[in-house]
Structure formats: C-alpha cells, structure tokens
T-cell receptor
Framework: AQSVSQHNHHVILSEAASLELGCNYSYGGTVNLFWYVQYPGQHLQLLLKYFSGDPLVKGIKGFEAEFIKSKFSFNLRKPSVQWSDTAEYFCAVNKYGGSQGNLIFGKGTKLSVKP | GAGVSQSPSNKVTEKGKDVELRCDPISGHTALYWYRQSLGQGLEFLIYFQGNSAPDKSGLPSDRFSAERTGGSVSTLTIQRTQQEDSAVYLC???????????????FGPGTRLTVL
C-alpha cells in the first residue's frame, strides 16, 4: 500500500536557522505531492505542491521543496526560519497520482522555532 | 469567498451515543473528503465523494461509521454507538473539478473535535 514517511517527529530550531524536513513516499507511479501546514489553532492550508515540470517548487512564505523521483522524496526547505513558522507540517501524496482521489498523509512534523 | 465549513466545532458525547458531523464544501467543488486526525497518528483518510456517490469508502474504520452527501454539496458523517477510540478531530476537505490549476489540491475545513467520554 502507498505510504508517506516523515522522518522527524519534532524539530526545534532557533530563528534564522535553515530548515529541511524529510518526506519519502512509496508509490511508484505518477504522483502529485503536497506540503500542508497547520499553524496553532488554525486549519490545514496548502504550502506548496508539485504535479509536473520543474522539480524545485516554490511555495508561500519562502518555503520550497524538491521532488527527486529516483529517491521518492519531496523534502521541504527554508533557508532561514522565523518564529512564525512554528507549526505542524504534513507531506501528502495523491493516492491515484491524478487530480482526484484522497491524499495519503505522513504523520506530520512539528516545528518549534525559538525566538 | 467562503471556505469549507464544518459543524459543530466541538462535540462531547457519551460512549454509546450516535453523533452527526456536518461539512459544507466550497460552492461548486465536486469532490469531498473526510479525514480523521488523531494525536500522533497524522491524518487518516475515511471516505471520498465525487458528487453524491462515494467511489472510495475504504478508510471507514467500522460499520459504525457512515457518510452521505446530498445535492452534490453538504455531507454528513455519522458515527453510531460511539467509542472512546473515536475521539479525534474530523476534517472535511473539498476540491474542484480536475484542472491544470487544481491538480488534486484539497481545501480543508477547521474540523470538528469529537470527544467521547
């Protein structure tokens, strides 16, 4: 069965540190990949997505992710984090690799940024 | 425009009671999804609607769980004879007709926090 693995359960960084959150998926076909973010007390919102083209995807708030097909990875990066980036981050893959169908989520990575 | 809305925002019930959770998707979105978010478990898919039909209900954990969607819009998730392990946040999401722009992006509601005592 398809699965998504996020390697870090909880990451603690100081402001201005660089961030990389790992995500690997197991599906071998065509995929759409997503990173969602959940700020404290807020609902899930899309950070960025990949469906085709340039494997380096830029999202909101300075985040980016790189799709590496050979490694089945879609790691999230940010060069310099801010206290306001404190949130939980979820990687997800579209189950059918298309434009419909449910998402399969990783268990999430909680990011705490110390001011 | 209005996003996905869910009601109630919080629900506390006693073990053995039935509960109904409601989702209003974004107007015009054809696909609707229910997920469950438990502490330490991430988001777990429950059921997916395309219009009023459910092509994938593989995530429903037991026959105590059911869902329907009417008029291609509002959906209700029903849990019968609730158990303590049903306590979680139930999230609803919707997505528009497939397009280059949307490509599977789902828009999430705020969730209903269910507590079974």
């Amino acid at each position: 069965a398809q699965s998504v693995s996020q390697h870090n359960h909880h990451v603690i960084l100081s402001e201005a540190a660089s961030l990389e959150l790992g995500c690997n998926y197991s599906y071998g076909g065509t995929v759409n990949l997503f990173w969602y973010v959940q700020y404290p007390g807020q609902h899930l919102q899309l950070l960025l997505k990949y469906f085709s083209g340039d494997p380096l995807v830029k999202g909101i708030k300075g985040f980016e992710a790189e799709f590496i097909k050979s490694k089945f990875s879609f790691n999230l990066r940010k060069p310099s984090v801010q206290w306001s980036d404190t949130a939980e981050y979820f990687c997800a893959v579209n189950k059918y690799g298309g434009s419909q169908g449910n998402l399969i989520f990783g268990k999430g990575t909680k990011l705490s940024v110390k001011p | 425009g209005a996003g996905v809305s869910q009601s109630p925002s919080n629900k506390v019930t006693e073990k053995g009671k039935d509960v109904e959770l409601r989702c209003d998707p974004i107007s015009g979105h054809t696909a609707l999804y229910w997920y469950r978010q438990s502490l330490g478990q991430g988001l777990e898919f429950l059921i997916y609607f395309q219009g009023n039909s459910a092509p994938d209900k593989s995530g429903l954990p037991s026959d105590r769980f059911s869902a329907e969607r009417t008029g291609g819009s509002v959906s209700t998730l029903t849990i019968q004879r609730t158990q303590q392990e049903d306590s979680a946040v139930y999230l609803c999401a919707s997505s528009p007709m497939p397009s280059v722009a949307s490509n599977g992006e789902q828009f999430f509601g705020p969730g209903t926090r269910l507590t079974v005592l």
